[in-house]
């Protein structure tokens, strides 16, 4: 078998494509793929194709560059539609968090067995947790029907709580979630799409009045979770704001969601941890 073909094999099933699918996205027949794997050729105006198909550099095809498995990655969710690309990229989360546990004899069953497509497919699953928590960082996932996220941290040379910000700043986002009017706020505010909304239109919504409104999101526009714009009107001029688009506040939603389930206990994982946590 020539370098060429053992890579394209390679690549190939990386990708999880039969050599007729292969042979279909490139422009060619099946048996062309058969023969450059058993050891042929493919035309030299054919390989920057071939790359493009398989997520790869024309020089991973020759065996010349050492593939990195994160540019490899990357490589083939650009060739996805978004929702592959996310479905494929949590299930890489979920593999390595299985990974990080350290347990190879559960690879198999954990990795296949709580594929993100297999659980959302069954509406009556319950959520799924995992919790690795080691000396050299964490990882959290859930997956569930509904709503299935991850978080990875490295450990912090100095510790997590010197790289946080000061106990004030902190309790101050949390005071904001505490408080009812706000966190209503952020709800309707991200049950719209990105477009600045007047300030009786939230005010509508929330059951508040105007000027209570106004003070409430100056508040959360302190604490940078909305933006604030000023359009002119035949009645004159208005607020309205605008939720800022890195979205702050959603996955500390998604977290608080997990405190909150009375069942939210995780069913893998692995603690080896003898650093404090902060």
Partial sequence: ?????????????ENNMT?????????????????????????????????????????????????????????????????????????????????LAGNAS??????????????????????????????????????????????????PKEGVGKCLSDFESLRRVFALLADEKLLRIIFYMYSLPLMPVATALIAKNVGLDVRETDRCMQQLCACKLFTRSVVATLDGEINAYTYRRESFALPLLCFADELAGQDARPFFGDFKRDKPLL
């Fill in 1 to 13: 078998m020539s370098v060429i073909g053992e890579q394209i094999k390679l690549y190939r099933i």
């Fill in 19 to 99: 050599q007729e699918t292969l042979g279909q996205l490139v422009g060619v027949t099946t048996q062309a793929i058969s023969r450059w794997e058993r050891g042929g050729t493919p035309d030299a105006e054919l390989l920057p194709r071939i790359a493009e198909v398989l997520g790869v550099s024309v020089d991973a095809l020759f065996g010349l560059e050492k593939q990195n498995i994160a540019v490899s990655l990357a490589r083939r969710l650009c060739g996805m539609t978004q929702a592959e690309a996310f479905r494929y990229a949590f299930d890489v989360c979920w593999a390595i968090e299985v990974g």
């Fill in 106 to 155: 559960a690879i198999d069953d954990f990795v296949n067995r709580f594929a993100v497509q297999s659980i959302v497919s069954d509406e009556q699953t319950k959520d799924y947790f995992a919790k690795t928590v080691l000396n050299e960082g964490m990882a959290n996932a859930r997956i569930s029907p509904g709503l299935s996220h991850f978080f990875l941290m490295l450990q």
